[in-house]
């Protein structure tokens, strides 16, 4: 009887202590600020830490404005980091361009040729990606040091004086961006702009999501709606034809939910050129202003990201350029489609296509656009 208690009270102490370590949660692993601070072209950079109320914790560089890391619960209460990224400043200057995390201007998405026109004078820009400019040029604002001054344990404001014709484009704009991580567990970025001469603006942010946490393999199995009937297809470059084509009954149809990996392998011309998703979809807008630009729910960890925006589109990329060349945060290589980008923009091309809204702003006018990405759980 004795060897019998003594059995079942050290069974009980052997599991006990092993469910004890079972239900231990993943809590943030911040990255030190040092790993950030630095002197670039005469300005200090460094790494900035929001937390909200409920734990939510999300880093950001004035490096690019880029948003490093971005912790939030999965349904367990373990934390993940949602966002692709580095652990140092040198990582982000030394491996190739892929702008993760970062804001983009002064026109995010491509221009065709780098040409565009206002009032008849003709603009040039640089040529990046093949015989097009893409998201701001040789050095858009994901490689230049914002003025940082973070306000509150929940917002940090960014500014960056764009001088005239930096990569080619017309006037002084002056830029104020905002990034607050709320209550609500929303990533809220806030984009504000004013000019001394009448130029083009489309600002954006380009994190890389995987709602398994970064490094954690594919986003094929994620569960997309994006909500849009309509995309802007592309030529052989990526530059829109011009047309707002319906998606119904086409692989690029989101607008009821679906694994994002259900049809990107179909043989479609515009999957064929994109390599997979990379293409502007055309937003169902609310009059009111803010309107639901997509859904993406991860089915193991419950995780739901919503992201909502004042602008009429959004660049759904799939990851189709990362081949596990760069290696991330958890050592881990970035393979192919491990990650997705939705990008809140106008539409790309906007300065060549009349037909689309407009990305002129005039001097005396004030840019401003807003995008949250809200992160909740499946009920
Ligand atoms: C955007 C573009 C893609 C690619 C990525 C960055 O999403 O549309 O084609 O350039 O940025 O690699």
Not at 67 to 92: C, F, P, R
Not at 203 to 223: A, C, M, P, R, V
């Given at each position: 009887?004795?060897?019998?208690?003594?059995?079942?009270?050290?069974?009980?102490l052997?599991?006990?202590?092993?469910?004890?370590?079972s239900i231990?949660?993943?809590?943030?692993?911040?990255i030190?600020?040092?790993n950030?601070?630095?002197?670039?072209?005469?300005?200090?950079?460094?790494l900035?830490?929001?937390?909200?109320?409920?734990?939510?914790?999300?880093?950001?560089?004035?490096?690019?404005?880029?948003?490093?890391s971005?912790?939030?619960?999965?349904?367990?209460?373990?934390?993940?980091?949602?966002?692709?990224?580095?652990?140092?400043?040198a990582?982000?200057?030394n491996?190739?361009k892929?702008?993760?995390?970062?804001l983009?201007?002064?026109?995010?998405?491509?221009?065709?040729?780098g040409?565009?026109?206002?009032?008849?004078?003709?603009?040039?820009?640089?040529?990046?990606?093949?015989?097009?400019?893409?998201?701001?040029?040789?050095?858009?604002?994901?490689?230049?040091v914002?003025?940082a001054?973070q306000?509150?344990a929940?917002t940090l404001?960014?500014?960056?004086l764009?001088p005239?014709?930096?990569e080619?484009?017309?006037?002084?704009l002056?830029?104020?961006v905002?990034y607050?991580?709320?209550d609500?567990?929303?990533?809220?970025?806030?984009?504000?702009?004013?000019t001394?001469?009448?130029?083009?603006?489309?600002l954006?942010?380009?994190?890389?999501?995987?709602?398994?946490?970064?490094?954690?393999g594919?986003?094929?199995?994620?569960?997309?709606?994006?909500?849009?009937?309509?995309f802007?297809p592309?030529?052989?470059s990526?530059?829109?034809?011009?047309v707002?084509?319906?998606?119904?009954?086409?692989?690029?149809?989101?607008?009821?939910?679906?694994?994002l990996?259900?049809d990107?392998n179909a043989?479609?011309?515009?999957?064929?050129?994109g390599?997979?998703?990379?293409?502007?979809?055309?937003?169902e807008q609310?009059?009111?202003?803010?309107?639901?630009?997509?859904?993406?729910?991860e089915?193991?960890?419950?995780?739901?990201m919503?992201?909502?925006?004042?602008?009429p589109?959004?660049?759904?990329?799939?990851?189709n350029?990362l081949?596990?060349?760069v290696?991330?945060?958890?050592n881990?290589?970035?393979?192919?489609?491990?990650?997705?980008?939705?990008?809140?923009?106008?539409?790309?091309?906007?300065?060549?296509?009349?037909?689309?809204?407009?990305?002129?702003?005039?001097?005396k006018?004030?840019?401003?656009?807003?995008?949250?990405?809200?992160?909740?759980?499946?009920?």
């Amino acid at each position: 009887m004795r060897y019998l208690i003594i059995l079942v009270s050290s069974l009980c102490l052997f599991s006990c202590k092993n469910e004890k370590k079972s239900i231990s949660k993943m809590t943030p692993k911040l990255i030190a600020a040092a790993n950030f601070d630095t002197i670039i072209e005469g300005k200090k950079v460094t790494l900035y830490t929001l937390k909200n109320k409920s734990g939510a914790q999300t880093q950001i560089t004035n490096y690019g404005g880029t948003v490093v890391s971005l912790w939030v619960q999965d349904k367990e209460g373990n934390y993940g980091d949602m966002v692709l990224g580095h652990n140092t400043i040198a990582e982000y200057l030394n491996n190739p361009k892929t702008y993760f995390g970062s804001l983009i201007g002064r026109y995010g998405n491509r221009i065709a040729k780098g040409k565009f026109s206002i009032n008849n004078i003709e603009y040039s820009l640089a040529t990046n990606n093949n015989e097009n400019h893409l998201h701001g040029g040789t050095k858009g604002y994901d490689a230049v040091v914002w003025d940082a001054k973070q306000m509150d344990a929940q917002t940090l404001e960014l500014k960056y004086l764009s001088p005239d014709l930096e990569e080619g484009y017309p006037g002084n704009l002056s830029i104020t961006v905002q990034y607050q991580l709320t209550d609500a567990n929303e990533l809220k970025v806030e984009y504000w702009a004013t000019t001394d001469k009448t130029t083009i603006v489309n600002l954006t942010h380009h994190s890389y999501f995987n709602l398994k946490g970064e490094g954690n393999g594919t986003i094929n199995d994620h569960l997309v709606h994006i909500n849009a009937s309509r995309f802007t297809p592309v030529d052989a470059s990526l530059i829109p034809t011009g047309v707002l084509a319906l998606v119904k009954d086409t692989p690029m149809d989101f607008t009821t939910t679906k694994p994002l990996g259900k049809d990107i392998n179909a043989d479609y011309e515009q999957l064929n050129i994109g390599l997979g998703y990379d293409h502007n979809y055309v937003l169902e807008q609310n009059p009111t202003g803010i309107h639901l630009a997509a859904r993406v729910t991860e089915p193991t960890t419950g995780r739901i990201m919503e992201l909502y925006t004042s602008e009429p589109g959004v660049q759904f990329y799939s990851g189709n350029f990362l081949d596990g060349d760069v290696t991330g945060k958890s050592n881990k290589p970035y393979e192919y489609r491990s990650a997705f980008c939705l990008e809140t923009q106008h539409y790309p091309d906007s300065p060549n296509k009349p037909q689309f809204p407009t990305v002129v702003l005039h001097p005396k006018e004030e840019y401003h656009s807003v995008t949250l990405y809200k992160f909740s759980i499946v009920k």
